[in-house]
């Protein structure tokens, strides 16, 4: 709670999508933290200051991690060297991997982690064809991180095939030849010949470009390689060592002491420190290389704890290796509403897993979450909270998109190939969308409970993503007048439901509630021809069916525009003719309500109700959430047509009453068209009408004992207090 407290105000400021389990590790530096909060005592940070704190939390955080002995460097390197140089086409490209080609400096460690990986896939596949006992692969075949923050020393080591010295030369010393590659090649090479065993290989090695191992330089001084080769035929320890400090050059020198495999050891630069920070690379490598083949430690800790179940047979994999997966890529606590396991050839060989959590952040007033999917690339992570794979509207999904024959850039941060992207998230989307379709028909409760929280979602989608708009209407379930309260009906089901003299209309009521609804005027038609309508509780219900015009080839019509009359044989008894109601509608436009009116003219669709709004221009929920997404003052509400009930007593007294009270008649006519407008939702603001209100209130009760009643007021004077009312005092 207190982590959460104080991080909010990062959350906000700051735009950092997910707080608490992020910074869980820091925890206890935030809760020392002076202050508590932001600097000075205040809740907004500056960017600045939010990187100097997430800096001092790291550093502290490091300082009070347990100490590991410091590092030892058994290897010894022996005189008498070769120093060599790059070729000046080599070095100018040296110089371009190391400051141009990456992004986010803290790169390089997964480009070694995977290097080292590649390694240890090497070694096990020479163990599984060479007959030669001493290229067994040993059983700790691992790769092994320690840090010395003191001495700025990274070393990262694997107990892989190792290198000998023509191989040194050929992988370190010439950039963009991808030793991992030449090796898929050669397996390649073997055709059907090639076992299960030695496909699996093909598809566990990372590297292709070999450009990899040079984003070192990046943030290394110098760098130095020990390396020896499982095979070497060497006596035991006798192996190479490769140094550089990236300024052109490298010397080879054999070297003792080295183990089987390959050590890089790197002195960082001054202002590269925090990598040899063991908090730091712990989020590193677990958000980079979570699911590489084999162990990654630090320390002696393994990091790469939870199993990449979306490379396994979807019917292997249970709920708890799932929950896993779900908590550690959607950085959450609970287990997931739903799980789609997703493997697809086309448009290019695809393996996926898709969660849906039990809740969203943005309930929780957290602004717009970031995508959850991330794009990996033979388990390997390449480009993290995606928002290229899925809709914009998706981002409640969390999950995992891998591939071993996505495009990638040099770099192998994002992909090449827009065209194929896009290909990409068509299939994706599409997939989910029949997901989320095939669980309303499954469990219809269960789904329900799930659209009553992810509702704003698919709206957004039908608003934003027209290519899936008629699949996610689909999926959309709303309350309607022939269902029970707290029923939903998806719209499939309310066009199964419509009566043959319904025609092609399917008709929807933007309220605020059930109770609000079935109150409404405008519901008195449909009640009475036995229509049903579907209601719609959100202020974006209403910009979802205009966007969307049509379903199942039925136009979407606002139940306050519907044209619709009452059934012929509606009695009317004591209704004002045709004649009278006419001119009464003339008197009201062109008298009391001139000006605020467009036209006045007689419905045919009110029952109950003296008078109602006909809604033909922008809507009053559509005013409304423009206003709301402007943030500004309502515009000035246009004129608007008014209908008016010649059957309703209050209607037949004002016509009567023109003659003998025109004072009172207009006070009552300006009294309709209020009500009308709050009925519409279209009355911004009902305090000029309340001397208005209070005249009527006064006249209604007769004159007061030994006095007269009070005279009329106009619609503009307030009157609030001045006849005698109840007035409500305090301070706002």
Not at 330 to 356: H, N, W
Not at 468 to 480: A, G, P, S, V
Not at 510 to 533: H, I, N, P
Not at 578 to 590: I, M, N, P
Request: some cysteine.
């Amino acid at each position: 709670a207190m982590l959460w407290a104080r991080a909010a105000p990062l959350a906000r400021h700051a735009r950092i999508g997910r707080v608490v389990p992020r910074w869980a590790p820091f925890a206890r530096a935030l809760s020392d933290a002076p202050g508590g909060g932001a600097p000075g005592g205040g809740d907004k940070m500056s960017q600045a200051e939010v990187e100097d704190m997430v800096k001092n939390m790291m550093n502290k955080a490091s300082a009070e991690a347990p100490k590991a002995p410091p590092l030892e460097t058994p290897e010894t390197v022996e005189d008498g060297g070769v120093s060599r140089r790059f070729e000046a086409e080599t070095k100018q490209l040296l110089e371009i991997v190391a400051k141009s080609l990456y992004t986010d400096r803290e790169v390089f460690v997964r480009e070694l982690v995977s290097n080292a990986s590649d390694a240890l896939e090497k070694r096990r596949h020479l163990a599984l064809t060479s007959g030669d006992a001493s290229a067994a692969a040993p059983a700790d075949l691992e790769v092994s991180v320690s840090c010395d923050p003191e001495r700025r020393l990274l070393v990262i080591q694997d107990t892989g095939v190792g290198m000998g010295e023509e191989e040194l030369v050929e992988n370190l010393g010439c950039i963009a030849r991808s030793g991992s590659k030449a090796f898929m090649q050669s397996l390649k090479g073997e055709g059907a010949a090639a076992g299960s065993d030695m496909r699996e290989a093909a598809s566990s090695i990372i590297g292709r470009f070999g450009v990899g191992f040079y984003s070192v330089f990046m943030v290394a001084d110098s760098v130095r390689v020990f390396s020896r080769r499982a095979d070497s035929a060497a006596p035991e320890g006798e192996g190479f060592c490769w140094q550089s400090t990236g300024d052109g050059s490298y010397t080879l020198s054999k070297a003792s002491q080295v183990r089987t495999g390959t050590k890089v050891e790197i002195t960082l630069k001054p202002d590269c420190a925090e990598f040899a920070s063991r908090p730091n690379l712990e989020r590193i490598i677990k958000k980079h290389s979570s699911f590489v083949t084999f162990p990654v430690k630090l320390h002696g800790e393994r990091l790469n704890n939870v199993e990449p179940v979306w490379m396994k047979a979807k019917g292997s994999v249970t709920e708890e290796e799932h929950a896993q997966l779900y908590q550690h890529v959607g950085e959450a606590y609970d287990k997931p509403r739903y799980t789609l396991q997703f493997e697809t050839d086309a448009p290019i060989a695809i393996k996926s897993v898709f969660y849906v959590p039990q809740h969203h952040r943005e309930q929780m007033g957290m602004g717009q979450m970031e995508p959850c999917v991330s794009l990996y690339s033979r388990k390997v992570l390449i480009t993290p909270k995606c928002d290229a794979l899925l809709p914009a509207w998706m981002r409640f999904v969390v999950g995992v998109v891998d591939s071993e024959d996505i495009p990638l850039n040099i770099s192998r941060e994002s992909m090449q190939d827009s065209a194929l992207l896009r290909r990409m998230n068509g299939v994706l989307s599409s997939r989910l969308l029949k997901f989320f379709a095939e669980q309303g028909k499954k469990d219809k409760a269960a789904y329900e409970d799930f659209y009553r929280n992810f509702q704003k979602f698919f709206k957004e989608g039908v608003c934003t993503d027209f290519s899936h708009q008629k699949e996610i209407m689909q999926l959309l379930r709303y309350e309607t007048s022939a269902l029970g309260a707290g029923e939903l009906s998806s719209m499939d089901e309310y066009v199964a439901r419509m009566r043959p003299d319904q025609g092609d209309t399917v008709y929807y009521l933007v309220t605020s509630s059930r109770t609000a609804a079935e109150a409404s005027a405008y519901m008195e038609v449909f009640r009475k021809r036995g229509l049903e309508v579907l209601y719609c509780y959100q202020e974006i219900d209403d910009f979802v069916m205009q966007n969307a015009g049509k379903y199942a080839g039925k136009s979407l019509v606002s139940a306050s525009a519907a044209d619709l009359s009452l059934p012929e044989d509606t009695p009317a008894e004591g209704a004002l003719s045709k004649e009278e109601a006419a001119d009464l509608a003339r008197w009201l436009q062109d008298g009391p309500l001139k000006g605020r009116v467009s036209e006045v003219k007689v419905s045919a669709r009110l029952v109950d109700s003296p008078a109602v709004i006909n809604e033909q221009g922008q809507s009053a929920s559509m005013r409304r959430f423009m206003q709301m997404l402007e943030q500004s003052k309502a515009p000035e509400l246009p004129k608007q047509a008014l209908e008016v009930n010649p059957a309703h007593p209050i209607i037949r007294k004002l016509h009567a009453s023109r003659a003998s009270d025109e004072a009172l008649a207009g006070m009552v006519a300006e009294q309709l068209l209020d009500n009308a407008l709050i009925g519409a939702g279209m009355l911004d603001d009902a305090r000029p009408m309340l001397g208005r209100l209070n005249s009527l209130l006064d006249r209604a009760l007769g004159p007061a004992e030994g006095g007269a009643a009070a005279p009329a007021q106009g619609a503009g004077e307030s009157g609030a207090g001045e006849s005698g009312g109840a007035q409500v005092s305090g301070t706002s």
